[in-house]
């Protein structure tokens, strides 16, 4: 556990020392997986292109597909944030089509799966230290289900750690940007590394962006137009603005304090659908965040 703890919890500052008082601690071990599973597992075959799957995923309201061969066997997973990162990066090449570009060049093949019987804690830890947002679970070389970092959420807002507070688990650093700000401003933070970006407005949280969210926009907002004007009777060209931050951005109006129960922000990730959620002073300013992820990484460490 105290490997764990250095590896991955870095900022989680006292849980370390006060994890073994906490209760609760014990259900992660004993609740399995296949008990908050999702049943019904959408596929894809391997030769179909990234175009149609991103079309299915937007189209059911999910982030990934498993991956089948023609003898309908897992060979892979391909999600919205794969799609997205092939966007971000093919955006200043001009050369965007979806329609050109299979599944099996961009999935992941070494998928990480589970037995019905593996504990959500088991689940979440594989998760952590393998940074994927999932785990695919088999029986019989069978899919039965999936189990995702929402899941997760689900199950500890089902067993929350009644003494767990969000300043013990909130990320203090975090990126933003303004409300205004361009597509490509966000492409830049994303190419530096950043998954998940707050949306400001005068200091106050407005909006989320993640790097599956950009799945949804069109190749061509990808593509950076230029637009001729005149200025003083002489031609001028300059970019075209696209969209904006707050065209694209997963609006929110919920926040949460430091000094609140994790369970509510794990109640709210999961009430409204947001893959995360800002952390606010008494002035309404933003002090850090607290996303899936941060509550996966509580219930592998319990």
Partial sequence: MQEIHAIHFKYFKDLGENINRMSNRSKFSEIKVLDYSSKEVFVITQNDTLNYARKLMLKNGISKLVVINEENK???IITLRDIASILTKLASSGEL???????KNVMTKNVIQVEPNASVKEAA???????????????NDEIVGIFTKTDVCKAYNDYPIEELRVKSVMQKKFTTVNILSSLWKV????KEGEDLIIVEDNKKPVGIITLSM???????????????????GINQEKIKTGNLARDFMFKIDTVIFEGEKLQKASNYIIKFNIPAIPVVDLTGSIIGLVSKNDITKVVALL
């Avoid at 830890?125 to 029986?139: D, Q």
């Avoid at 950009?214 to 003083?232: C, M, P, Q």
């Fill in 74 to 76: 897992l060979v892979g």
């Fill in 97 to 103: 089509d979806l329609n050109a570009i299979l599944v």
């Fill in 125 to 139: 830890l594989l998760m952590v230290k393998n940074k994927i947002g999932s785990v695919v679970v088999t029986e």
């Fill in 187 to 190: 492409i830049e933070k994303i």
């Fill in 214 to 232: 950009l799945a949804s926009l069109d190749e061509k907002d990808f593509i950076r137009g230029k637009v001729n004007y005149l200025r003083g």
